[in-house]
C-alpha cells in the first residue's frame, strides 16, 4: 500500500511493499509514483481507477506482476494505491469463486471447522433437520459413538495434513425426532497465510440411499445365516426378533400362534376375535416396552378392520400410531400392543402353506422416517424367510413330540422299589433332547424278592433304534420271568437280535444290533450275578464308600452269535450301590474307556461318601460332565443294596421219608406264628404238603423248604429232580394230579426255576389279612 498525494507524490509506504520490492519507505516516499510502475504503466505512467494489471519495479531492476488499484481518501485529496502479486490476487479469485460456488448449493455439504472443530461456516439449510449452528461440534449434533468416530477422523487431519476421502460416516441425530443418514466424508486441513494450521474444510456427499440399500443387503444375509438354524420355534421367533433391531425397527415383538408351539397347524381365521396368538419374543433399542404384551402373554381379541384381514390374507401393513390406535380403538388390552413412544409400525405375517403361523409387528420409536415400500418389501422378503423356518420347526417339533413321547412309553418309570433294591433311572438323549435313541435301562421284581437289573445300548439313533429297544425291553423281561440265569438270557436274546437282523432291509442288516448288560441281585444270598453282551462292567460302591468296577468278562454284542457269555457273581452287602450304565457316559468328556471308568468310579465313590439321595446322585453322575449338549445317548440306572430284616429267612432240610410232610408243616406253621401270620397257615400248610409229598414222591432227597418274609410271603420247596412241574386239571376220577392246582388257588402266584441242580418250586402269598 502506498498513500499518494494531489501531485502524485508518494507519502506513505507500506512495510509490505518494503517487502514485495525490496526499496524501503526513506527510497521510496517523497519520489513521484510514476518511478514505482515499471515502463511506462498502464497509461502512459498515470495511476488506475480501477483493477487492473500493472507492474511495479524491484530494487534489483526487473517488474513485479500486480493487480492494483487506486482508490480516494474521502475528504483528502490523498489517494490509496492497492497492489498484490498477481498470482495471489489470482488465487485469492479462484477461491472465492469455489467458495461461492460449493455455499450457493446443497447437493455437496460444505462444513468449514476451526482448529477445535467448532462450526465456522456451513451451507446446510438454517429449516434442515441437520443443519449446523454456527461454534457447534460433532458431540452436539449427533450421539456420542459417532460423534467419536467423526471428531477422530476430523482431528487425524488437523495434525498429520493428510486428506481424508471419501470416508463413510454414519449419522444418528441427538434431536427428537431421531433422524438417521450417512454422508460420504472428505476432509483437508486448511492454513492461515504463514502455512499454520487454522481447521479442516470438509466435504460431505449424501450416502443415505447407498448406505440403506447396504444395510437392506446386510440385512437380508443376516437373516438368511441366522434364521432357520434351530428347530425350535421359540428360539427361531427370538432370532427374527434379534435380526431387525436396531437395524430395521427400534422395537419387534414375534407372536406366534399358539397351536404352532405345540407342533400343530393354526386354524384358518378371516376378521376379529381371539386371535390364539402368543407372543414368543421381544427385543428393543431403547428399553420402552413398560406396558406392552410380556413373552408368554397371550394377544387380546382383535377387532374386524381391513388391516386385520389384510394380515390373515398374507399381507404386511404398514401404518402410523393414530391408524394403529383408531383400528384398535379404546380396548385397553389392545393398547398393549402399541409401545410408548411408538410412531410407526410395519406388521408382517408368517404365512408359509396358507396359514398365518405368527405375526412380526416391528416399530419406530425414535426415528421420524415412516416405513416405506422399500422396508415393507424386505420385511415381507425376512417374514417369508422366517415363515418357512417356522414352519419346518413346527413340523419337526410334531414329530419329534411323537417320538420322544414312543420312546418314553418304552421306557420304564424313573424310579424303582422292592425289598431288595431302590433304583433310579436317568436317560439323557443325544444332541441336548434334538435326538432319539435307542439306550435303556430297567429294573423289575422276580420271585423270592430277587430283582433284575438290565441296560442296554442298541446300534443308531431315531424311532427305528427306539423301536428295536422296546422289542428288546420286552423280550428281556419275558426272558427273566422264565428265571433263566442272565448268561442264558443272554443267548436268547443274542438270538432274538439275530432273527430282527434277517427281517431287515438288506442294506441296513449291518446296523441292527445292541449291547446289554444283564444283573440278577438275590438279598438272601446277598449275591449278584452279572452278564454282558459286549457292555461297559458294571460299578460297585461298597457301604464304606470305596468303589470298583466289577471284573466282568463282556461277550460279543447282540446280534453277532457264537460265542459264549460267562457270568460274573460279586457279593453286595446292605447299603452298596451298584451302577449300570452305556457308553455315553464314559465318552461324554472324550475320555477312552479305562479313564472314563476310573473318573466314573470315583465320583460314584464322593457321591456315596457325601451322603446324597440317589436321585440326586443320579442326576449329577447324567448333568455334571462335559458341558454341552451329549454327542451320545446316555441312560444310567443307579441302585442302592436293601437289607431283609434279620429274621426274614428261615430254612430247612428233609429227607426223602414219607414223615416229611408232616414236619415240614409244623415247621413252617411254627416259624408263621413267630411271624405274626397265623392267618396264613391253613394256605402254607396246604402249599408245603403238597410240594414236599410231590418231591418225597418223585424227586428224592435232599427236599429244602425256605420261607421268606417281606412284603409278601415266600415259600419253596427244592428237591434234585429237573422236570418240568406242570399244572393240569384232574379229571373226576383221577386219584392224583390235583396238587399244583391246589397250589395256585391259594397262592398269589407261583412258578419254578432251575439251579445248578435241580429245581425251585415257589408260591408266593400276600400276608395282609
Not at 617 to 639: E, F, M, V, W, Y
Not at 663 to 687: C, K, N, Q, T, Y
Amino acid at each position: 500500500m502506498a498513500v499518494i498525494d494531489g501531485r502524485g507524490t508518494v507519502r506513505q509506504w507500506s512495510a509490505a511493499g518494503a517487502e514485495l520490492l525490496e526499496r524501503p519507505a526513506d527510497e521510496v516516499c517523497g519520489r513521484p509514483v510514476a518511478d514505482l510502475l515499471a515502463g511506462t504503466g498502464p497509461a502512459g505512467g498515470s495511476l488506475p481507477d480501477r483493477a487492473t494489471r500493472a507492474a511495479l519495479r524491484h530494487a534489483r531492476g526487473h517488474g513485479v506482476a500486480v493487480r492494483c488499484r487506486v482508490l480516494p481518501l474521502e475528504g483528502t485529496a490523498l489517494r490509496l494505491l492497492l497492489a498484490v502479486p498477481a498470482d495471489r490476487a489470482e488465487e485469492s479469485e479462484q477461491g472465492a469463486a469455489l467458495l461461492r460456488a460449493l455455499f450457493s448449493q446443497q447437493r455437496i455439504g460444505l462444513v468449514l471447522r476451526d482448529r477445535g472443530l467448532s462450526v465456522v461456516r456451513s451451507n446446510f439449510p438454517p429449516a434442515s433437520p441437520l443443519a449446523l449452528p454456527r461454534g457447534s461440534r460433532p458431540a452436539d449434533m449427533m450421539e456420542a459413538a459417532d460423534a467419536e468416530i467423526a471428531e477422530a477422523g476430523l482431528r487425524a487431519v488437523l495434525e498429520s495434513g493428510a486428506p481424508l476421502v471419501d470416508r463413510p460416516q454414519h449419522v444418528r441425530t441427538l434431536s427428537e425426532p431421531v433422524r438417521e443418514a450417512s454422508f460420504s466424508v472428505s476432509a483437508v486441513r486448511t492454513t492461515d497465510r504463514r502455512g499454520r494450521p487454522s481447521g479442516v474444510a470438509v466435504l460431505l456427499t449424501d450416502a443415505t440411499a447407498r448406505w440403506r440399500a447396504e444395510r437392506f443387503l446386510q440385512l437380508r444375509h443376516e437373516a438368511a445365516v441366522r434364521i432357520g438354524g434351530s428347530l425350535d420355534v421359540e428360539h427361531t421367533a427370538r432370532d427374527v426378533a434379534e435380526v431387525l433391531v436396531p437395524d430395521f425397527a427400534d422395537l419387534v415383538a414375534v407372536d406366534l400362534s399358539e397351536p404352532v408351539l405345540a407342533g400343530d397347524e393354526p386354524p384358518r381365521a378371516l376378521g376379529g376375535g381371539d386371535p390364539h396368538l402368543r407372543r414368543m419374543a421381544v427385543r428393543e433399542a431403547d428399553g420402552r416396552t413398560a406396558g406392552l404384551l410380556r413373552p408368554g402373554d397371550g394377544v387380546p381379541p382383535l377387532p374386524d378392520r381391513p388391516a386385520i384381514r389384510g394380515l390373515q390374507t398374507g399381507r404386511t401393513v404398514v401404518a402410523d400410531r393414530a391408524a394403529v390406535e383408531q383400528a384398535l380403538g379404546d380396548d385397553p388390552l389392545g393398547r398393549r400392543l402399541i409401545p410408548d413412544g411408538g410412531r410407526f409400525l410395519a406388521a408382517a405375517p408368517l404365512f408359509a402353506r396358507g396359514l398365518v403361523l405368527g405375526i412380526i409387528g416391528a416399530w419406530r420409536t425414535d426415528r421420524d422416517e415412516p416405513f416405506d415400500e422399500q422396508d415393507a418389501d424386505l420385511l415381507t422378503e425376512i417374514a417369508v424367510h422366517a415363515a418357512l423356518s417356522i414352519d419346518n420347526a413346527r413340523r419337526y417339533t410334531r414329530e419329534h413330540r411323537a417320538a420322544v413321547a414312543l420312546q418314553q412309553r418304552l421306557l420304564p418309570a424313573s424310579t424303582t422299589h422292592t425289598p431288595a433294591i431302590e433304583a433310579v433311572g436317568r436317560y439323557l438323549p443325544a444332541a441336548g433332547g434334538a435326538e432319539i435313541g435307542g439306550d435303556w435301562f430297567d429294573a423289575f421284581p422276580l420271585p423270592s424278592l430277587r430283582v433284575a437289573m438290565v441296560v442296554g445300548d442298541v446300534v443308531g439313533h431315531g424311532l427305528h433304534a427306539a423301536a428295536t429297544m422296546g422289542r428288546l425291553r420286552t423280550a428281556v423281561q419275558t426272558l427273566a420271568d422264565l428265571e433263566l440265569p442272565p448268561d442264558e438270557l443272554l443267548t436268547r436274546l443274542d438270538e432274538l437280535v439275530a432273527r430282527l437282523a434277517t427281517e431287515a432291509d438288506p442294506a441296513e442288516r449291518d446296523a441292527v444290533g445292541a449291547t446289554c448288560l444283564v444283573a440278577l441281585h438275590d438279598p438272601v444270598t446277598q449275591r449278584c450275578t452279572v452278564a454282558s453282551a459286549g457292555h461297559p462292567p458294571p460299578i460297585v460302591a461298597e457301604p464304606d464308600g470305596s468303589a470298583r468296577v466289577v471284573p466282568v468278562r463282556p461277550g460279543p454284542p447282540l446280534g453277532v452269535g457264537g460265542l459264549p457269555f460267562e457270568p460274573t457273581t460279586v457279593h453286595l452287602a446292605p447299603g452298596s450301590w451298584l451302577a449300570l450304565y452305556t457308553d455315553g457316559l464314559l465318552n461324554r468328556n472324550g475320555d477312552d474307556i479305562d479313564t472314563g471308568l476310573d473318573r466314573l468310579a470315583r465320583r460314584l465313590s464322593g457321591l456315596h461318601r457325601s451322603g446324597r439321595p440317589l436321585e440326586e446322585a443320579g442326576r449329577i453322575l447324567t448333568t455334571g460332565q462335559a458341558p454341552g449338549p451329549a454327542a451320545d445317548d446316555t441312560a444310567l440306572l443307579l441302585s442302592r443294596v436293601r437289607p431283609l430284616r434279620p429274621d426274614a429267612v428261615a430254612e430247612w432240610e428233609f429227607p426223602a421219608d414219607p414223615a416229611t410232610a408232616a414236619e415240614a408243616r409244623a415247621a413252617a406253621s411254627g416259624r408263621l406264628a413267630a411271624w405274626g401270620l397265623a392267618h396264613l397257615d391253613f394256605a402254607v400248610e396246604l402249599i408245603v404238603s403238597e410240594l414236599v409229598t410231590n418231591a418225597v414222591r418223585y424227586a428224592g432227597a435232599p427236599i429244602g423248604l425256605r420261607l421268606i418274609h417281606d412284603t409278601v410271603l415266600v415259600c419253596e420247596v427244592s428237591d434234585p429232580r429237573n422236570t418240568q412241574p406242570r399244572l393240569r386239571r384232574a379229571a373226576p376220577g383221577d386219584e392224583g394230579g390235583r396238587g399244583l392246582f391246589l397250589v395256585a388257588q391259594v397262592s398269589t402266584r407261583w412258578g419254578s426255576r432251575y439251579g445248578q441242580s435241580g429245581k425251585t418250586i415257589w408260591a408266593e402269598l400276600d400276608t395282609s389279612p
